[in-house]
């Protein structure tokens, strides 16, 4: 017995080491145990990274906590929600956990307004990301990410040294799954209602070994720290980030191309357009992320040899959930916006905003307990149909067009546009989101002819 005295104050040492190489807790147990002052600002590192600084400044993550739709989604949406209803309390911290994490690392929740200027407005930081050491459990969601703040800047390249901080090498940083932390939610019903992580998982791009870093953070030649020592590298990753608020990310990432049954036709006559719609750039769904409020759509119209334009409808394919993939003028939706807000017999509004009716819409339908369209990603319950368009994946989609009796001799222009919009426009509109997002933005746009011989 007397050998062992030891062995305790080992046993404790050998613990403490542990919890300290994986970071602490992780997701919801890290609330409130790192206090701000553990990283540093964004402001401190640019002293000598300004490059990548720049570029993260006019990255999204960076304007996680304070870019107008998210603070009115949070602040008018989500908080009063929390406060009123048991089953999703949970996100008053949650959403903090990946739109404000030194917030919500430090406790400091709800916190205050951007106007206010605390350190949540920080958002991704640099400090945040560099601090990550790994996730706990097998899969990376909701925030399960673990920090280490004192340990010094996690990085993945061996051998460089910097004067102004420790650096750890670490190839986590380098996973897809890093990413996945907080590109993978799941809501109060347990629903996967982001999966960007999970779905790059299945795609021909994680085959192949191509990872998110790959194509939101490419790898130019240059030197991170010019002026401090950085030394020159081939393969320095630029802090882009570019999504769905780069209009050239989205430009092409959908393809789109048309042609007719008949190259000649008359009057009378059926005709069919197949528009072929290729996700041919991203290594997800399109939409993936926040699916539940972004809208993309393929709208098809003809202009005829006198100038006169004809709207064509998508034919339906008569799968089930079909009709909430076709825009409706007057379908309304979002209901559980004035359950939230107190307002009675609220009615819904839009559901597809200003999308063409008949146009054909590429989504996963986010549904409410009582099955009614959300644009609440924590208020889901269930899925409608996934009509969204996997990686590399190809739809087809016709459009049978009886030509009118008068329509005029000679050529008929159609063309296929698809189009990308954040937000549904009339939710936009009710909440006072600023209309640059619901703004439409084309990402493909295909054209083909038929030739209209009169009648003889
Ligand atoms: C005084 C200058 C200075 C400051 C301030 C500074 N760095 Fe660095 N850092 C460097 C230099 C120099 C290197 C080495 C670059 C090289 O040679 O590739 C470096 C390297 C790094 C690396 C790469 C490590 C690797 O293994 O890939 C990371 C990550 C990093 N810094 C993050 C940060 C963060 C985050 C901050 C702010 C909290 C910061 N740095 C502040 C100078 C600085
Ligand atoms: C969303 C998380 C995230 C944020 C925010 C972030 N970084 Fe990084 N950074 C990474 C990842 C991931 C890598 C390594 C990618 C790899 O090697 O595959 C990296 C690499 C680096 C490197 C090494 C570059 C190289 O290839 O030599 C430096 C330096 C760096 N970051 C500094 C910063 C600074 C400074 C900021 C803030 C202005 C910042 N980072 C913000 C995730 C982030
Ligand atoms: C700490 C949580 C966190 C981590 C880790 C993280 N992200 Fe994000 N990311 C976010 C949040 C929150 C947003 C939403 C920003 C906003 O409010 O628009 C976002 C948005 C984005 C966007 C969308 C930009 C746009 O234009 O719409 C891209 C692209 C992105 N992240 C890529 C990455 C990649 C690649 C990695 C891994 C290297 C990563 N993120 C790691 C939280 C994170
Ligand atoms: C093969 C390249 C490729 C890979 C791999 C890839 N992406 Fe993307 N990503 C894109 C393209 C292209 C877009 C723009 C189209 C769009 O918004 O869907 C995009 C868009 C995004 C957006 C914005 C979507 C929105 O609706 O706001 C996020 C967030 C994002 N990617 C995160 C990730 C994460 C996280 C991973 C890894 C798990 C990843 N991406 C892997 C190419 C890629
Ligand atoms: C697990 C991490 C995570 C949690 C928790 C989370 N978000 Fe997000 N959020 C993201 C990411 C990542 C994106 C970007 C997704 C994309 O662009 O595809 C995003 C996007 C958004 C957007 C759209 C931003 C834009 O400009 O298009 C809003 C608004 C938003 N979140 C609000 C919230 C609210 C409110 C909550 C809490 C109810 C919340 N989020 C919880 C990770 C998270």
Not at 403 to 431: C, F, H, I, N, R
Request: negative net charge; charged residues 20%; contains cysteine.
């Amino acid at each position: 017995m007397k050998k062992l005295w030891w062995f305790v104050p080992v046993a404790v040492i050998a613990v403490v080491a542990l919890v300290a190489r994986a970071g602490g807790p992780s997701g919801d147990a890290a609330l409130g145990t790192q206090p701000y002052d553990n990283f540093e600002t964004g402001a401190s590192c640019a002293e000598c990274h300004i490059d990548i600084a720049r570029q993260h400044d006019q990255a999204m993550m960076s304007r996680s906590f304070t870019h107008h739709w998210d603070e009115i989604e949070y602040f008018e949406l989500a908080l009063p929600h929390a406060d009123k209803v048991e089953k999703v309390a949970g996100v008053k911290a949650g959403c903090n956990g990946c739109h404000a994490p030194l917030a919500f690392l430090a406790g400091d929740i709800p916190p205050k307004r951007p106007a206010e200027g605390t350190r949540a407005n920080e958002g991704v930081s640099c400090a945040l990301c560099h601090a990550v050491t790994g996730h706990d459990g097998e899969v990376p969601f909701n925030f399960n990410f673990t920090v280490d703040p004192a340990a010094g800047a996690q990085g993945t390249r061996a051998g460089v040294e910097s004067p102004g901080h420790e650096i750890v090498v670490n190839p986590y940083l380098g996973t897809a799954e890093f990413c996945g932390t907080c590109h993978n939610e799941k809501d109060p019903w347990g629903l996967w209602v982001k999966a960007t992580h999970l779905e790059w998982k299945k795609s021909p791009q994680a085959a192949a070994g191509i990872i998110c870093q790959d194509c939101h953070m490419p790898p130019a030649a240059g030197n991170s720290a010019p002026e401090t020592g950085g030394v020159d590298h081939p393969d320095v990753r630029q802090h882009l980030f570019h999504g769905a608020h780069d209009t050239g990310k989205l430009m092409g990432a959908v393809e789109v191309r048309i042609h007719p049954s008949e190259l000649e036709a008359s009057p009378g006559q059926r005709i069919i357009l197949t528009a072929t719609v290729v996700n041919a750039k991203a290594g997800h769904m399109i939409p993936t992320g926040s699916a539940e409020e972004r809208v993309v759509w393929l709208h098809v119209e003809a202009v005829d040899a006198s100038g006169a334009t004809h709207h064509l409808a998508v034919d339906p394919k008569g799968f089930e959930g079909e009709d909430l993939t076709i825009a409706s003028a007057d379908a309304l939706a979002y209901q559980d916006i004035g359950d939230i807000k107190g307002i009675e017999g609220f009615a819904g509004i839009k559901r597809d905003g200003d999308v063409p009716a008949g146009d054909r819409i590429f989504r996963l339908p986010y549904l409410d307990e009582k099955g009614r369209m959300t644009v609440a990603q924590w208020n889901t319950a269930a899925f409608g149909t996934d009509y969204r368009l996997a990686p590399l994946e190809a739809k087809n989609e016709t459009f049978t067009w009886a030509l009118p009796e008068d329509l005029p001799a000679g050529a008929v222009t159609v063309t296929a546009t698809v189009w990308y919009s954040k937000l549904v426009s009339s939710v936009a509109d009710y909440m006072g989101v600023p209309a640059e997002e619901a703004a439409p933005v084309k990402m493909s746009e295909h054209t083909t002819m038929v030739e209209i011989k009169t009648k003889g």
